[in-house]
C-alpha cells in the first residue's frame, strides 16, 4: 500500500469508528485547531517568511487571524447548523415530522494551493470537521517551508487518524486522486481543475473547485480617483499580486488613464518606498517558474510605471502597464503577479461588453458614486463575488459564499456555506403508524369517490 492510499484507508476508517458524528468532538477538535493558532504563531510566520516573503504582521492578518474568527464562529454555531431543521409541510404530510438532518459525507479531500496556504487549505478543512467528517489535507509542494509546518503542527493538535496530511507534488496527489473519496475541495488553477475533476468522476465524487481567473476592475470617471487607487494599490499588490481575487486589470475611460498612473505611483511609494525591493511589506514571486510566466507577459507591453526585476531573488517591483489592448499577452491569462495593465474603454457599455466576452471571474470590482452605474455592473455582467468601491474584502465577511461560477469554479463556502457544503441534506420525513384512514385516497383503486369529488 502507498503512503497515500494508507493516509485515505486510515481516515476512512476513523470516520466509521463513528466519533466524528459527535458534535462535542468537532467542536474539540476546532478548539485544538484554534489553539494551534494561538501557540504556534512564530513558527507559522517563520514559514510563510520562508515561502512568500511576508512579515509576521501580514501573516496574521492575512492568513491566521481570519481562521481564528472562522473557527470561533463554527464553535459558536455548530450545534445550530448540525441540528435538525424544520421545514414547512403539505396537506399530504401535516400531521408528521418533515426535516432536513445535516450529515457528514464521509471522506473529504482537500487540496490546497500556495498562494495563501493556512487560508486555502484550513478553510476547507474546518468546514469539514464541522460538518464531521474526516479529511485527508494536502498542502501544495509549492510553498515547501509551510507545508512541512503543516504535516508536523496539525497531527499535534487534531486527530492524526481523522485528519491525517499528506505531502507532496503531483505524482503524490495523482495518487490520492486514484483513491475514492466523498468529496474532493480543490484550490487551484483552472486547468488543474479539470485534471482533478476527471478523477473524481471516475468515482463519481462531488467537487468544489475554488478558481482563480482574471478579475476586472472598472473605475468610472467620476469617482473620487485618489480612493479608488489606494484601494486598488492594496488589492494589486498584496502577496505580490498572487491574490485570487486580486484586481487583475483596470477598464476606464482614456481621459482618466494617466490620473489613474500617478495615484498608483503615489500609493505603491506611500506603501513600499521607494524601493519596494528592501520594503519588508513587498512579497516576492512564489519561484522562479512563476517568475519567468509573469515576465513574459510584460514581452508587448507599454511600461508605465516599474518594471524593475531581480530573478536571482523572484522580484518583480509593482508595475503599471497603460493603454493596454485585449489582444495583449498580459491579458490572454490570470495574471497572478504584481502587472496592473490598463485598458482604456470609451464607455461603461464597452468594459461590459469586454467583461462578458472573457470567461466568469472570481471578482468584479467597480468604482463609482453613482448607484446606477453599479447596479448594471451587477446586473449586466457575471462573477463569484461582485464587490463596490473597495477590493478583497469581501472575502473576509462569513455570511457572504465565497466561491466562482462557470471557469473560476463551482460551489461556494465560508461560514455556515462550508457547512451546507460539506454535508449531505439528508431530507427526512417520520410518519405515525397511525391514522390510515386519511392514506386512503393515495392508494389504488383511485375512484373520484376517494377523492371525495
Ligand atoms: P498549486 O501549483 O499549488 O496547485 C494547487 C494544488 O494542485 C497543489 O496542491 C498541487 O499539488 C496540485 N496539483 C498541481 N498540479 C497537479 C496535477 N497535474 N494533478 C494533480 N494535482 C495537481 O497552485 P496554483 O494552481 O498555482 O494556484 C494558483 C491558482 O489558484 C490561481 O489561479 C488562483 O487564482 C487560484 N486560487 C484560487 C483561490 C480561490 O479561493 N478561488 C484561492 C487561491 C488560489
Not at 418533515?98 to 500556495?114: F, R
Not at 468529496?183 to 478558481?211: Q, R
Not at 467597480?366 to 455582467?381: Q, W
Request: charged content about 25%.
Amino acid at each position: 500500500m502507498s503512503r497515500e492510499q494508507q493516509a485515505v484507508a486510515r481516515a476512512r476508517k476513523a470516520f466509521e469508528t463513528g466519533r466524528s458524528k459527535s458534535v462535542e468532538y468537532r467542536i474539540n477538535q476546532l478548539k485544538n485547531l484554534q489553539r494551534l493558532f494561538s501557540e504556534r504563531q512564530k513558527e507559522i510566520a517563520a514559514a510563510i517568511k520562508k515561502d512568500l516573503n511576508k512579515t509576521e504582521v501580514g501573516a496574521q492578518f492575512y492568513e491566521t487571524l481570519g481562521l481564528e474568527g472562522e473557527i470561533s464562529l463554527f464553535i459558536k454555531n455548530l450545534k445550530e447548523w448540525a441540528a435538525p431543521r424544520h421545514v414547512k409541510k403539505n396537506l399530504l404530510t401535516m400531521s408528521d415530522t418533515v426535516y432536513i438532518h445535516p450529515e457528514p459525507l464521509g471522506v473529504v479531500l482537500v487540496i490546497g494551493a500556495w498562494n495563501y496556504p493556512w487560508a486555502v487549505t484550513i478553510r476547507p478543512l474546518i468546514g469539514a470537521i464541522a460538518a464531521g467528517n474526516a479529511a485527508v489535507v494536502k498542502p501544495s509542494e509549492v510553498c515547501v517551508h509551510t507545508s512541512k509546518v503543516m504535516e508536523d503542527l496539525l497531527p499535534i493538535y487534531i486527530d492524526k487518524e481523522l485528519y491525517p496530511v499528506v505531502t507532496g507534488g503531483v505524482p503524490e496527489t495523482q495518487e490520492l486522486l486514484r483513491q475514492k473519496f466523498d468529496h474532493i475541495f480543490y484550490t487551484g488553477n483552472s486547468t488543474v481543475g479539470k485534471v482533478i475533476m476527471e478523477a473524481a468522476a471516475k468515482h463519481l465524487t462531488p467537487v468544489t473547485m475554488e478558481l482563480g481567473g482574471k478579475s476586472p476592475c472598472y473605475i468610472d470617471k467620476n469617482c473620487d480617483i485618489s480612493i479608488a487607487c489606494r484601494r486598488i494599490t492594496w488589492g494589486k499588490y498584496s502577496n505580490c499580486g498572487q491574490t485570487c481575487i486580486a484586481p487583475d486589470y483596470i477598464l476606464c475611460e482614456p481621459s482618466i488613464q494617466n490620473r489613474v498612473i500617478e495615484e498608483v505611483k503615489k500609493c505603491i511609494k506611500e506603501f513600499y518606498t521607494d524601493n519596494p525591493k528592501t520594503c519588508p511589506d513587498y512579497g516576492r514571486i512564489i519561484n522562479q517558474r512563476h517568475f519567468k510566466r509573469v515576465m513574459a507577459m510584460l514581452e508587448d507591453s507599454n511600461i508605465a510605471v516599474g518594471g524593475e526585476n531581480d530573478e536571482s531573488d523572484c522580484y518583480i517591483a509593482p508595475t503599471v502597464l497603460r493603454d493596454v489592448k485585449p489582444e495583449a499577452k498580459v491579458m490572454q491569462e490570470e495574471i497572478f503577479g504584481p502587472l496592473l495593465p490598463i485598458l482604456p474603454v470609451s464607455s461603461l457599455d464597452e468594459a461590459i461588453k469586454l467583461i462578458n466576452k472573457g470567461e466568469k471571474p472570481l471578482a468584479l470590482y467597480v468604482f463609482s458614486p453613482d448607484n446606477k452605474v453599479i447596479e448594471r455592473m451587477r446586473d449586466e455582467t457575471s462573477s463569484g463575488g461582485f464587490l463596490a468601491n473597495d477590493c478583497l474584502v469581501h472575502y473576509s465577511v462569513s455570511a457572504l459564499p465565497f466561491g466562482g461560477v462557470g471557469n473560476s469554479g463551482i460551489g461556494c463556502y465560508h461560514g455556515k456555506f462550508s457547512f451546507d457544503r460539506l454535508s449531505h441534506l439528508r431530507g427526512c420525513l417520520v410518519k405515525k403508524l397511525k391514522m390510515e384512514g386519511v392514506n386512503d385516497m393515495r392508494y389504488p383503486p383511485h375512484t373520484l369517490k376517494k377523492l371525495g369529488w
